[in-house]
């Protein structure tokens, strides 16, 4: 099939909004909680704001899904920005303020998640272009701000999921994960592209993108059009 730019562009147009809005908002709500919890650097530096182009990440937010709406065909895109510079030994209660700050990021795009299945009442797909438009972005929006919730929350540091773990559990357990945060990245690599590769050469399923983000994702999605009278 030929590649066409104009259809791949008005299918993209689906997803530039809201993979733009929920991460955005994601980060700046880190920010503002930490800026509100007596760290003040994200505001200083202008980063408690929805202007996106103070969270943009040069492969987060422009080559990744740039690459991921080519190689889909504009069928998906995902990415991230440029985290929130925030200093913990700042915050008025170390270890419950660590919790908020990282909660704050996964928390919005929950929220961001149910306002997007409430407005869906909002349109109906079958009166007009701009209404199906309109209707995409916000199944999109669905997706996207569930997914990037769940995988943020993966209990692994760097990623907000590992900052709670090591907010919640008892010292002797939470000294030995805040160590991992400067292996974080490599361990991401190994489990979310090695870990597969591996699985799909010995016929195992080592998924863990798939059962330790991707399924959670569902039951939450679940969850809110249900509370959105959708389900």
Request: hydrophobic share 60%.
């Amino acid at each position: 099939m030929d590649f066409d730019p104009v259809e791949f562009l008005v299918t993209a147009s689906v997803w530039v909004l809201p993979v733009l809005i929920a991460i955005t908002l994601h980060e700046a709500a880190h920010g503002w909680v930490a800026w509100k919890l007596g760290d003040p650097p994200a505001k200083a530096l202008g980063r408690v704001t929805f202007n996106p182009l103070k969270h943009i990440d040069p492969f987060g937010t422009i080559i990744l899904p740039g690459m991921l709406l080519l190689f889909s065909g504009g069928q998906f895109m995902f990415g991230f920005a440029k985290p929130v510079p925030v200093n913990f030994a700042n915050l008025r209660h170390f270890r419950r303020d660590m919790v908020l700050v990282a909660a704050a990021g996964p928390g919005i795009n929950i929220v961001l998640a149910l306002v997007a299945a409430l407005a869906l009442h909002l349109f109906d797909p079958r009166a007009s272009w701009i209404s199906e438009w309109a209707v995409l972005n916000l199944i999109n929006a669905l997706k996207v701000n569930v997914i990037l919730a769940m995988f943020n929350l993966m209990p692994l540091p760097p990623l907000d999921g590992g900052r709670i773990a090591v907010g919640v559990l008892p010292r002797p357990l939470a000294l030995p994960v805040a160590r991992l945060e400067r292996f974080g990245f490599p361990i991401l690599i190994t489990l979310l592209f090695i870990l597969p590769w591996i699985g799909g050469k010995i016929g195992v399923d080592l998924n863990v993108l798939h059962w330790a983000v991707l399924i959670p994702a569902q039951w939450v999605l679940d969850g809110i059009l249900w509370i959105a009278g959708l389900g």
